[in-house]
């Protein structure tokens, strides 16, 4: 993706800029570049009166298009490898890949995000292997990785928590003194529509703007909590939380990579130069269920399914591309067959995947070790040792 | 060397002072901590000397200031959180116990969140509801998390430095009602000389029956063995200092000797920490009994009213009592 920083946005106010009103077109007040048709918009107003725009180069609009392929192949290679056995449970992003590859390509090299479990499209844009979540889901682990390594943390599972460590861990970058230039660092925390509900999001928010941290919340506003509709979370259009808590709030359409990618580079370059948090609700759509464990035909009709499918994020994105003749046909195949390959790729590494040793459960407990756990595990050593040799 | 006679509250201030100018990374938060200098006066005056980045005022919810510190921990800081009193640690109970607890064993030994949760605790000051709890129990039972108590001005001194410079996270609980209690503290003794932190230790040596305490229990269980004492019956006195991990070591040796074990603690006895002592001497020590393993503890009820707490609290005759029966078993 880009070197440099073409796709930056910018503060500077045009001419007639447009966007998208409530009143006008019946949908949200969205921040959008790129319409479901594949029509580009030139810039676009936030609610703050802030122009987003992006000037990307053609390389750069084929890259965000095999970004889009590339973590949906992927993610369906998980669907499937837990329909067949081989992972315990996967939480899809399909339908939301605009919004992750949108705000993970506007993160610097510098920057640290925070992510919830879903957030694979986010990690791939980390350049990170997508691999490494999979020992979690398939069981072998307790998805661990070192967060500073990758700038990107672990996943986290109870809804909402994250938004506190990221708020934390923006508040050292503040302290270390890493605020205040183009070279400044930001944070960014994932969550979703249902975790606005929680304690620990508002008490976030609460942090994040009295310590004026470096942090840009980013809330993908996928309309459901497990089976729960967004009117169960709310009254108010999330974005607009915010300005209860003191930062500005704008809500971008979650299936437009471009507009996406906008919001969020504007958001954390702002907070790498001192200004403060954000808060970015990207409207979207889970198409697919919460996790494999669940069922949404009980709770939501196929005609709404449907409608949001014509806001298929890689379908506006390809006709973009098709009538721009930025591509031809040969650069989708050959998207296409990278992502057969590397979803092939992924899976024969996933089979390959070992069970852990027993005893293994007993690491990493404490960094100093206990006595009372040591003696445990000598015990449990024992036990098993006493069955080699016997017929299992 | 220069011992100084303090309170165990300023014992822990110069303790908290001291980590603080030992390691830029150590930053201190909680309510009230600044300015105030806490409710309890712990850190009183370190704002002032350190700086409102390194003593920080936090608004007011208990969550928030666990998991922003687990996220600061993440940064490379040492974070010593204040919860103001032990029954308002419960908003925090999540990221205590399924973040700070876990972070190192699911990154697989990557992450280290090297936190301390310092927590008044335990009754005795005449509180309304909510102020004097003994959650004890909660912490140790949670696995990655380590529990600790000091009893006495010296111990807090050394034991709260001790727990700063530790990786693990430790939830570190002080008698709030001994706060004011004073003894001699050797202030310039290297930490690494310092009696180690998961270890427990005898307060007083005795040859008749072995009572085990901590925290606010060590001082009531020292007065129990000077009363017993004149009534010619010689009791040893196991402060364990370490909840978890537990240190019977010097508990297992002293019921050896005398076959009568006591077990002391305010938290109620169902479940509590003297459950599992009582199970675990009862195993290493089966032979050499000569009764069973009593405890003496809070009742399984909410913390009372401030104006029958003293029936509630385990007190000298209450330990005394428990002793005589183990004689008359």
């Known amino acids: 993706m880009a070197k440099g920083d073409p796709g930056a946005a910018t503060r500077s106010k045009r001419a007639a800029p447009r966007t998208k009103r409530a009143a006008a077109t019946g949908e949200p007040e969205l921040v959008q570049l790129l319409t479901p048709e594949g029509e580009r918009i030139e810039s676009a107003l936030g609610p703050d009166g802030t122009e987003y725009r992006v000037d990307f180069t053609d390389e750069e609009y084929r890259g965000l298009y095999r970004d889009l392929v590339l973590v949906r192949k992927l993610d369906a290679e998980a669907t499937a490898l837990q329909r067949q056995g081989e992972l315990g449970l996967w939480a899809s992003l399909l339908g939301q890949e605009a919004a992750q590859v949108g705000s993970g390509r506007a993160l610097r090299t510098q920057d640290m995000a925070f992510p919830t479990y879903r957030e694979h499209g986010v990690l791939y844009c980390r350049g990170i292997d997508p691999i490494m979540p999979l020992g979690l889901f398939r069981g072998v682990d307790q998805g661990g990785w070192d967060p500073n390594e990758f700038k990107f943390n672990m996943y986290t599972i109870v809804i909402g928590a994250q938004t506190l460590h990221a708020t934390g861990y923006a508040m050292g970058v503040a302290m270390d003194g890493k605020t205040g230039s183009d070279e400044g660092e930001a944070v960014i925390a994932y969550f979703g529509d249902g975790a606005t509900s929680q304690g620990d999001v508002n008490e976030s928010f609460v942090w994040a703007s009295v310590f004026n941290a470096p942090l840009v919340f980013f809330c993908q506003n996928n309309q459901y909590a497990i089976s729960e509709p967004l009117e169960r979370q709310t009254r108010v259009p999330l974005y607009q939380r915010a300005g209860g808590f003191g930062f500005p709030g704008v809500r971008v359409d979650g299936n437009d990579v471009l507009a996406s990618y906008a919001v969020t580079r504007h958001a954390l370059d702002n907070a790498r130069h001192g200004q403060g948090p954000s808060l970015i609700e990207a409207y979207t759509y889970r198409m697919g269920a919460h996790t494999t464990s669940d069922d949404p035909t009980r709770y939501r009709i196929a005609s709404e399914v449907e409608a949001w499918q014509a806001k298929d994020p890689i379908a506006r994105m390809k006709a973009f591309l098709t009538k721009q003749q930025i591509v031809d046909d040969s650069f989708f195949a050959e998207v296409d067959e990278q992502a057969r390959a590397e979803s092939v790729h992924l899976r024969e590494r996933v089979l390959a995947m070992p069970d852990p040793e027993p005893v293994t459960m007993f690491d990493h407990v404490y960094p100093n070790g206990s006595p009372e756990l040591d003696e445990q595990r000598a015990q449990f050593t024992k036990y098993l040792e006493s069955f080699e040799g016997s017929a299992h | 060397m220069a011992t100084e006679t303090l309170t165990l509250g300023k014992a822990l201030n110069a303790g908290l002072r001291k980590a603080l100018e030992n390691d830029p990374k150590v930053v201190i938060m909680g309510e009230d901590v600044g300015k105030l200098g806490g409710v309890f006066r712990i850190t009183d005056g370190l704002q002032k ?219 109620p006895g169902n479940l509590g920490l003297g459950s599992e002592i009582a199970a675990r001497i009862t195993e290493e020590c089966f032979y050499s009994l000569e009764s069973p393993v009593l405890r003496v503890t809070g009742f399984d009820t909410p913390y009372p009213a401030a104006r029958v707490e003293e029936e509630y609290l385990p007190d000298l005759d209450r330990v005394l009592d428990a002793v005589d029966r183990t004689f008359g078993w």
């Open chain 2, 49 to 267: 000397d350190f700086g409102d980045q390194r003593v920080i005022d936090t608004p007011l919810a208990e969550s928030g200031i666990i998991g922003t510190a687990v996220g600061l921990a993440i940064r490379g800081f040492r974070p010593v959180c204040e919860i103001q009193f032990d029954g308002f640690v419960y908003p925090a109970y999540d990221q205590i116990v399924s973040q700070v607890a876990k972070m190192h064993y699911r990154s697989q030994g990557k992450v280290r969140i090297p936190m301390v949760i310092r927590i008044p605790y335990g009754g005795g000051i005449g509180a309304v509801e909510h102020h004097s709890e003994s959650p004890e129990a909660y912490f140790a039972h949670t696995a990655g998390l380590k529990v600790v108590t000091c009893a006495n001005p010296q111990d807090g001194y050394s034991m709260i430095q001790q727990a700063i410079a530790s990786d693990d996270p430790i939830v570190f609980l002080e008698p709030k009602r001994r706060y004011w209690e004073k003894g001699p503290v050797e202030l310039d003794a290297p930490l690494g000389e310092a009696y180690p932190l998961h270890a427990a230790r005898v307060a007083r040596p005795g040859t008749d029956a072995t009572v085990l305490a901590y925290g606010p229990m060590v001082r009531t269980a020292l007065d129990a063995a000077t009363a017993a004492a004149e009534d010619g019956r010689e009791l040893e006195v196991v402060d364990l200092r370490t909840l978890s991990p537990l240190d019977l070591t010097a508990a297992y040796e002293s019921v050896k000797r005398t076959g009568r074990c006591v077990v002391v603690h305010e938290a």
